[in-house]
């Protein structure tokens, strides 16, 4: 298969909506990056729509069902802080960047999600330390490029407050430009944060939101400053991409409390599950709710029809095992909830099972203002993708496309085939 360029950089703006694509014409790297290019501002996310399916399903062509990545976190019933999908073992097929390896390409990766562990020549995953006794430094150093995470952290590291953004953000960047320049990779995938943070924290439409977006373009300039700087911009093919939206909350649902409540969950004295027939697994605008037996999902179903018929209950619809398969999440889970606008999903065993989000809980990181993994049907919910440079067509507009696109182009651009996707390669972008 012909390869269409010598050098794929992928820039992932984690949060990035079509909302946003306005102002980013206005943004003077972005107007840059826009000038000539390709793109697609209504392009359809997968669900649930949260950070670690969909970029494994960029990377992959598939949707969650298919790759295996179905949620951010593990099922583990009780646990303050679940272990997140962080290791290449959870995904199931192959990606780009294994295809790219095989084919002796050169490869490099910062804070990709579910890359820990990969084989990938330069590599920063995006792991934190989820265990007391853990150090970031000796995760990112264990589930990485072991020289090259101390070489980027010696020069780059006074750039950054541990995970804090937007300084994380500031610390991945430099890294970046630092290997465009000195390694330059055959492909390059990088995931940029900032803006899904200040989201989260203070709301789709916030001052900090729109800071954080000129942050970002101001990234962009270093990264393609970098790009021209290491002499391979005519040989470079550069991506710019969202994986989801996010959408404004009043309201948190505590699923687990109705199920504690109804006997389903039970709690010992520290607070902990010590055992459980039925539990809801948040992906924050919607939620899976797993079963263990035939009885307990007859319990559920009753609980959630009710549940579903009161309007005010912040439910906006109910999918059962055979609906969820179909819309490419997890079919395993018995049930799949989608919450209306305004409300989302918390994990939480405490308090109340409706409880109204407060400035104080917000600031203290234990709510948040605004969340995606909603349905991709919702309106207004398409994010964004941006490609110029070797192998792409000038100034074609698609009307809509999908996540799962993505990487069978990426592959296609590569002269890579990653075989029987959900996918399509996006033809009408490429100039051959």
């Given at each position: 298969m012909?390869?269409?360029?010598?050098?794929?950089?992928?820039?992932?703006?984690?949060?990035?909506?079509?909302?946003?694509?306005?102002?980013?014409?206005?943004?003077?790297?972005?107007?840059?990056?826009?000038?000539?290019?390709?793109?697609?501002?209504?392009?359809?996310?997968?669900y649930?729509?949260?950070?670690?399916?969909?970029?494994?399903?960029?990377?992959?062509?598939?949707?969650?069902?298919?790759?295996g990545?179905?949620?951010?976190?593990?099922?583990?019933?009780?646990?303050?802080?679940?272990?997140?999908?962080w290791?290449?073992?959870?995904?199931?097929?192959?990606?780009?960047?294994?295809?790219?390896?095989?084919?002796?390409?050169?490869?490099?990766?910062?804070?990709?999600?579910?890359?820990?562990?990969?084989?990938?020549?330069?590599?920063?995953?995006?792991?934190?330390?989820?265990?007391?006794?853990?150090?970031?430094?000796?995760?990112?150093?264990?589930?990485?490029?072991?020289?090259?995470?101390?070489?980027?952290?010696?020069?780059?590291?006074?750039?950054?407050?541990?995970?804090?953004?937007?300084?994380?953000?500031?610390?991945?960047t430099?890294?970046?430009?630092?290997?465009?320049?000195?390694?330059?990779?055959?492909?390059?995938?990088?995931?940029?944060?900032?803006?899904?943070?200040?989201?989260?924290?203070?709301?789709?439409?916030s001052?900090?939101?729109?800071?954080?977006?000129?942050?970002?373009?101001d990234?962009?300039?270093?990264?393609?400053?970098?790009?021209?700087?290491?002499?391979?911009?005519?040989?470079?093919?550069?991506?710019?991409?969202?994986?989801?939206?996010?959408?404004?909350?009043?309201?948190?649902?505590?699923?687990?409390?109705?199920?504690?409540?109804?006997?389903?969950?039970?709690?010992?004295?520290?607070?902990?599950?010590?055992?459980?027939?039925?539990?809801?697994?948040?992906?924050?605008?919607?939620c899976?709710?797993?079963?263990?037996?035939?009885?307990?999902?007859?319990?559920?179903?009753?609980?959630?029809?009710?549940?579903?018929?009161?309007?005010?209950?912040?439910?906006?619809?109910?999918?059962?095992?055979?609906?969820?398969?179909?819309?490419?999440?997890?079919?395993?889970?018995?049930?799949?909830?989608?919450?209306?606008?305004?409300?989302?999903?918390?994990?939480?065993?405490?308090?109340?099972?409706?409880?109204?989000?407060?400035?104080?809980?917000?600031?203290?990181?234990?709510?948040?203002?605004?969340?995606?993994?909603?349905?991709?049907?919702?309106?207004?919910?398409?994010?964004?993708?941006?490609?110029?440079?070797?192998?792409?067509?000038?100034?074609?507009?698609?009307?809509?496309?999908?996540?799962?696109?993505?990487?069978?182009?990426?592959?296609?651009?590569?002269?890579?085939?990653?075989?029987?996707?959900?996918?399509?390669?996006?033809?009408?972008?490429?100039?051959?």
């Amino acid at each position: 298969m012909k390869r269409l360029t010598d050098h794929l950089i992928v820039i992932s703006f984690d949060c990035l909506s079509a909302n946003d694509f306005e102002e980013l014409k206005k943004l003077p790297n972005f107007q840059r990056l826009l000038e000539g290019a390709s793109y697609c501002r209504q392009v359809n996310t997968i669900y649930p729509s949260v950070t670690y399916p969909c970029h494994t399903s960029i990377i992959t062509g598939n949707y969650p069902n298919r790759h295996g990545i179905t949620a951010n976190t593990l099922v583990q019933p009780g646990r303050p802080s679940p272990d997140w999908y962080w290791q290449r073992r959870h995904v199931d097929g192959s990606t780009v960047y294994d295809e790219a390896k095989k084919a002796g390409m050169s490869t490099a990766a910062l804070l990709w999600p579910v890359t820990a562990k990969a084989k990938i020549d330069y590599h920063i995953p995006e792991i934190f330390a989820n265990r007391k006794w853990h150090s970031q430094t000796a995760v990112s150093l264990m589930n990485g490029s072991f020289f090259y995470t101390i070489e980027m952290n010696r020069k780059f590291g006074h750039l950054r407050k541990g995970i804090r953004q937007p300084w994380l953000d500031d610390f991945v960047t430099a890294a970046a430009a630092y290997t465009i320049r000195t390694k330059k990779p055959n492909l390059m995938l990088l995931h940029l944060v900032d803006l899904d943070s200040q989201r989260h924290r203070y709301g789709f439409h916030s001052t900090e939101a729109e800071d954080a977006l000129r942050r970002h373009d101001d990234r962009l300039g270093e990264l393609l400053k970098a790009i021209d700087d290491s002499g391979i911009g005519d040989r470079a093919t550069i991506i710019a991409l969202g994986d989801h939206s996010s959408l404004d909350e009043h309201t948190v649902i505590k699923m687990n409390v109705l199920l504690k409540d109804s006997g389903l969950i039970l709690v010992g004295k520290k607070g902990s599950v010590t055992s459980w027939q039925a539990y809801c697994q948040s992906n924050d605008g919607s939620c899976y709710i797993f079963v263990k037996d035939p009885e307990a999902q007859e319990r559920v179903n009753a609980m959630l029809h009710s549940l579903v018929t009161n309007p005010k209950n912040g439910i906006g619809a109910l999918y059962r095992a055979g609906e969820i398969e179909k819309m490419g999440a997890d079919g395993k889970a018995a049930f799949m909830l989608e919450a209306k606008e305004g409300y989302y999903f918390s994990e939480s065993l405490n308090g109340e099972a409706y409880e109204s989000i407060q400035e104080a809980d917000v600031a203290s990181g234990l709510y948040t203002r605004a969340c995606h993994g909603y349905s991709p049907n919702k309106p207004g919910y398409q994010t964004v993708f941006i490609a110029k440079g070797k192998g792409i067509q000038r100034e074609v507009v698609l009307p809509n496309m999908s996540l799962v696109d993505e990487g069978p182009t990426f592959a296609r651009l590569l002269g890579l085939d990653l075989g029987n996707v959900d996918g399509r390669v996006l033809t009408e972008l490429l100039t051959d």
